[in-house]
């Protein structure tokens, strides 16, 4: 008789702590989908770019697929354009040996004559704009390798180390770019 109250007791010990697990998650489930360890704001739904929606100068050879893309959308290049240009290019060269991993993108629908070394400047199409229009004007992108629009940065508030700590989690688990 013992041997059978011994049985239920350890089956209870590991079968009682998923089921509890269960239940709370299935309960609340606000608890594990409001908190998340980005810094960066999420792009609900993602949006997914085709190659026409972003239009590189003939004398570019670009994309936005194979390679993860910090991308700037704004009207026009402005002091603080050019600064948190430089603030990509500094997230860029501190990540290291993954910096061949990203590019530097500027998207802007009118003509620029922004000189900075290593910045893809490109058009986007009216479509992307309706897309990026529910975001305030001049705000910084990640695109992951698939061309898919995945985060939002400020960059009035943008905080590099936290963009760092996003690019190697993602970095750390991405099989692709």
């Known amino acids: 008789m013992s041997s059978k109250k ?6 209870a010990a590991f079968v009682l702590p998923i089921t509890l697990g269960t239940v709370f998650f299935y309960w609340n489930p606000t608890v ?7 810094y960066g704001e999420f792009v609900n739904p993602i949006i997914a770019t085709e190659q026409q929606d972003v ?16 991308a700037y959308a704004t009207e026009r290049c ?4 050019i600064q948190t240009l430089k603030n990509i290019k500094t997230i860029r060269i501190l990540m290291n040996e993954d910096m061949r991993r990203i590019q530097r993108l500027l998207l802007t629908n009118n003509n620029t004559a922004i000189q900075e070394a290593g910045v893809l400047i490109a058009r986007p199409s009216q479509s992307l ?6 975001f305030p004007n001049n705000s910084l992108f990640l695109i992951d390798p698939l061309g898919n629009v995945m985060l939002r940065y400020d960059p009035q508030t943008l905080d590099l180390k936290r963009v760092i700590k996003d690019l190697q989690r993602l970095f750390k688990y991405s099989r692709i770019g």
Not at 6 to 11: A, F, G, K, N
Not at 129 to 134: D, W
């Open 32 to 38: 594990f989908t409001n908190t998340t360890v980005n």
């Open 78 to 81: 402005d002091k603080a354009c």
């Open 129 to 134: 704009r309706q897309k990026l229009g529910k």
């Open 55 to 70: 239009t590189f100068p003939q004398h570019a050879k670009s994309s936005l697929r194979g390679i993860w893309t910090l």
């Open 6 to 11: 011994e049985l239920w007791v350890l089956l």
